[in-house]
């Protein structure tokens, strides 16, 4: 069909997320990288459209306290976008609950549809819905898991006598 008469289904909330903006993150991939990916994406499907993206830097998935996840959240309520595409399912969140309650029972609710691209999740698709639980549960435990590493790290540097981070005000750091 000429793309006059072609008709949009989806208008799609392009939303990327990243911990911690710094050099090590370069090889999982920036926020740029995360929307380059998604537009990509949608340029293979005829019945989406980009209505508007959405970011968070320097938030962490294991809760859902982010400015921009909230803002594309009211958009949905409203119907300004009816679909939310995200890189892979650790993007939108690393708690297995939430991330289960917005997939499972809120995104229904609000007749929006999911994709996570990377993960091959879509919730207009059949057949997807048993993946979905465990890849939850993996980033949920993945967030855990770096934490207490990086706890050990520090104090294990603390034990060394190796400054770890901020020094409290009026104090000075002496090597």
Excluded: W
């Amino acid at each position: 069909l000429p793309d006059k008469e072609k008709k949009v289904l989806f208008k799609a909330g392009l939303y990327a997320r990243l911990s911690h903006e710094k050099e090590e993150n370069i090889e999982r991939g920036t926020i740029e990288t995360q929307m380059e990916l998604m537009k990509n994406y949608v340029k293979d499907h005829e019945d989406i459209v980009i209505e508007e993206e959405y970011y968070d830097a320097s938030f962490t998935g294991t809760n859902f306290e982010r400015p921009d996840f909230k803002r594309m959240l009211e958009d949905a309520k409203t119907g300004r976008i009816n679909c939310i595409i995200v890189k892979d399912l650790s993007r939108l969140g690393r708690n297995y609950v939430e991330m289960g309650n917005y997939i499972e029972r809120v995104f229904p609710f609000l007749n929006v549809r999911f994709i996570a691209v990377t993960d091959d999740f879509d919730s207009f698709r059949p057949g997807t819905d048993l993946m979905m639980p465990l890849k939850n549960i993996v980033n949920e435990f993945y967030a855990k898991d770096i934490s207490k590493k990086i706890s050990a790290s520090k104090q294990e540097a603390m034990e060394k006598g190796i400054p770890t981070g901020n020094v409290a005000y009026g104090y000075k750091v002496v090597f």
